[in-house]
């Protein structure tokens, strides 16, 4: 009768109940006294038969009720192992669902309100007992009590809500038409969106649908979480070990587990390798210089790199900036092996026998290298003014100034903003480039 009508109540009493009780009870009692009814057997009989189907009737109506109120507080226990998880190479399982349509809202709109608040709150006892569940944490005996109340079993008359987030409200209002929800996999081609609060299972449903992926095989599945769900990776690790299937982490936070990606190991031109790296250095204002500089050393190191046979990595180019003489070494044999005499490695053998080590300048016996490194880093150059430069040899450390001729500095002018200088006078003038460095050399004449 409830679904009958069409405003539908199913947040009151369970009426039914009573006259289910009375059907059955004059059921009973026709039966085992159908003289003091005055009834012949088979008349008492078929009564008892009729008023038993009276009160089943009503019976199973008052129990819908009753579920109805009860499921809009908790939902019912639903679990499967991740092997139960259904693949199909057709449609995509969610989970357990059914159609949203009217019903389902006024029901919902029902739920709602003040007058139905006593549906949805816990008993009172339960309330109790989740009460006294964080008043007694601490105290010894009834701890152990409270940890009983707190099971989450069928045999417990006074167990917590799952920790499952969500409102129960939501999936109650339709319980009964609940199946497995599927969507086509055609329409997964397109985008989905699932938006729930926070807690409310998003991610686990999201392990639902890897679960199935993964499963399915013939594809590649990737996973981008930014928030790092540890139990969602857990789930994909035992499904790509189950599946067979080899699984890639990228996680910068931990580059020991993670898949490393060689940001510089592929390009189109060679020039690329420097420009990637020198791109993360600041260039506004002085140290854009640098900039250049370091590109300049980035570039020769990739270079050579290279032109041995090695792909450029970020370890590679660190351990030869701090140590540029090993890549000389290297790309010097690599260029004997390639462009030299066929005996060079003798000859070179007999080079180093005859190399007498007292006769070397000290910065390449090794002597004082520290305070030479930081001579030849002292070395500055003002354009338009000096050039520095350093003299190291036997008898002989210093760190000398050339002011050479307006022309030499012209010609020695090599940073970018000198040759935007001189590509704006080539342009202005449609002159070659030697000439605009006379006319670069007669401005810096006249200044002088
Ligand atoms: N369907 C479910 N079955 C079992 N537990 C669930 C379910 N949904 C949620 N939970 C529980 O709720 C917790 C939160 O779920 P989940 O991580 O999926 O939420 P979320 O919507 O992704 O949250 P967030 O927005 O914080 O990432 C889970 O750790 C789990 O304990
Ligand atoms: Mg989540």
Known sequence: MTDRYEVEVLLRPP????????????????LAAPHTLMMTPSVALFSAGCLSGVGVWRGRQAWRVIQYQRHLKRSPRYVMSSSQVPVSQSVLFLG??????????????????????????PSAIKQWVRRKEIEWEHTPLLRTIMRWTA??????????????????????????????????????????????????????????????????????????????????LKRIYVEAQKAGRQLIIFHLGYPELSARYNAIGSFSRITEVATRIASQLPGEGEASAFKEFAWQFINVIAVALVA????????KIRRYITDIDALLILYGRHWLAEHGPEDWQDELGELQDSINIKSLPRIDQGKDPEEQKGMLRAARK?????????????????????????????????????????AEIMKSQHCSELEAVFTVADGLGSTK
């Open 15 to 30: 009426v039914e109940l009573s006259s289910a009780i009375v059907a059955l009870s004059c059921a009973g009692i026709v």
């Open 96 to 121: 357990r669902g059914f159609r949203w349509n009217q019903t389902h809202t006024e029901r919902l709109y029902a739920a709602r309100d003040k007058r139905a608040e006593r549906y949805l709150q």
């Open 382 to 422: 003002e354009p338009g003014n000096y050039t520095e430069g350093v003299v190291l040899s036997d008898n002989l450390q210093c760190l000398f100034r050339n002011v050479p001729p307006p022309l030499a500095l012209a010609l020695a002018m090599t940073e970018k903003h000198e040759k935007q200088q001189r």
């Open 151 to 232: 099971l989450d079993s069928p045999l417990n008359p006074v167990r917590p809500p799952p920790a499952i987030g969500g409102d129960a409200v939501i999936h109650g209002v339709g319980i009964r038409g609940e199946t497995n929800a599927t969507m086509p996999l055609s329409d997964r081609v397109g985008h989905m969106v699932v938006i729930a609060r926070t807690r409310h299972g998003k991610t686990r449903l999201a392990e639902v649908l890897t679960t199935q992926d993964i499963r399915r095989g013939n594809n590649c599945v990737i996973v981008l979480d930014p928030k790092g769900d540890a139990d969602y």
């Open 308 to 315: 041995m046979g090695e792909t450029p990595d970020y370890l």
